[in-house]
């Protein structure tokens, strides 16, 4: 969202898609976003590949889920938004499903007990999950004609097992997984995702990516790291007066921190109508005090909608070795050098692409 008098930048075909289905989701992203939580009770005798075998049932309501909810990612996500979103959490109610059931009937058992004023459903299930199944899901719903919809017409939702909430955790247990499944909830995609690993979700960078990596550095740490740029701009948190694109033959921008209020604080250079590459500031404080220091970081960024595909291209994994000033990345047919006082140059070059750093 732009403020009046702000100039905004003429942006190129893929950047401007990507603005465009940031708007059609920024109705869930903005302003108070009111969830219902579930939880979902999971048959003993389960033959589901998620939670067979595994005789554990946490006893967890909705009522202490929501308070633990409201102390801590309402806070998280009003701070990565500088304010401008808003969640809340309230008890919704139980749902039981079969010992067929998937996961995913827990969310259709929640959204049809959903009241006419929540925005998504919040499930945990009582039960946790096997080894190598994913921790949960999150879902932005379908399309909404006339915002703001209820989870209802959407089937907004996110969904997650019980590990998190183990009586091991106590009275503070690690909200970044529920953080990481409300961002896709927001209508973003994972990042560094290397669908080949075992460990797929392989970057420190982003909440959409390893949102535990903080906590990997710190055991107190119950917060998921802070998100991209390009994730703040889908959700209008980061006005286009925030962003500078860098002309054809190259440019010098001084950056601010991404999650500044103010600055400019993304740089986009144009590769084609469907890829470009962002270059952003990202500081060693706050929901990223577990990066070895402040520096810049590079994604590739491919489509223009949830599906987009958004990859680190600074160092190998977890990618938390940023550039620093007088380090230079030559990649996709420039080459970007970082200057004192975070002053970017980037120019187009003949050669090969390659990655260093």
């Given amino acids: 969202m732009v403020a009046c008098g702000d100039p905004a930048p003429t942006l190129p075909p893929a950047v401007q898609a990507l603005v465009d289905f940031g ?78 059931d998937e996961p995913q009937a827990c969310v259709d058992r929640a959204i049809e007990s959903a009241s006419d004023t929540a925005h998504g459903v919040l499930v945990v299930a009582d039960a946790e999950h096997n080894s190598g199944e994913p921790g949960g899901f999150g879902n932005p719903g379908g399309a909404c004609a006339l915002p703001p919809c209820n989870a209802v017409a959407t089937r907004r939702s996110v969904y997650v097992g019980a590990a998190d909430f183990s009586v091991d955790w106590g009275d503070r247990p690690p909200m970044d997984l529920i953080e990481h499944e409300i961002g896709h909830a927001l209508g973003w995609p994972h990042s560094g995702y290397d669908q080949s690993s075992s460990e797929p979700l392989r970057s420190a960078l982003d909440v959409m990516s390893n949102s535990a990596a903080p906590r990997a550095e710190d055991p107190g740490r119950r917060d998921a790291p802070d998100t991209l740029a390009i994730n703040r701009l889908t959700a209008g948190w980061l006005p286009l007066s925030g962003v500078r694109v860098l002309p054809a033959n190259g440019g010098t921008v001084a950056l601010a921190p991404s999650n500044a209020s103010s600055g400019t604080r993304l740089a986009v250079i144009a590769l084609d109508d469907h890829q470009f590459l962002t270059i952003e500031l990202l500081m060693a404080e706050g929901f990223d005090d577990h990066l070895p220091a402040s520096g810049i970081a590079v994604h590739l960024i491919e489509g223009s909608d949830a599906t987009r595909v958004q990859t680190p291209l600074v160092g190998r994994p977890p990618y938390d070795d940023l550039l620093a000033a007088g380090e230079t990345l030559s990649s996709h047919g420039w080459t970007i050098t970082i200057g004192a006082g975070w002053h970017v140059s980037a120019h187009p070059v003949a050669a090969a692409p390659t990655v260093n750093g």
């Avoid at 049932?57 to 009522?63: C, D, F, G, H, S």
């Avoid at 102390?71 to 499903?97: K, Q």
Wanted: net charge negative; proline share 9%; hydrophobic share 40%.
């Fill in 23 to 100: 708007h059609r989701m920024q109705w869930m992203a903005n302003g108070p976003d009111p969830w219902e939580v579930f939880i979902c009770h999971v048959p003993v005798d389960s033959r589901s590949p998620v939670y067979a075998g595994l005789p554990l049932r946490l006893a967890v309501t909705p009522e202490k889920v929501s308070a633990l909810l409201d102390a801590a990612v309402v806070d998280y996500f009003e701070t990565l938004s500088n304010g401008a979103y808003r969640p809340s959490f309230s008890a919704g109610g139980e749902v039981t499903i079969t010992a067929d």
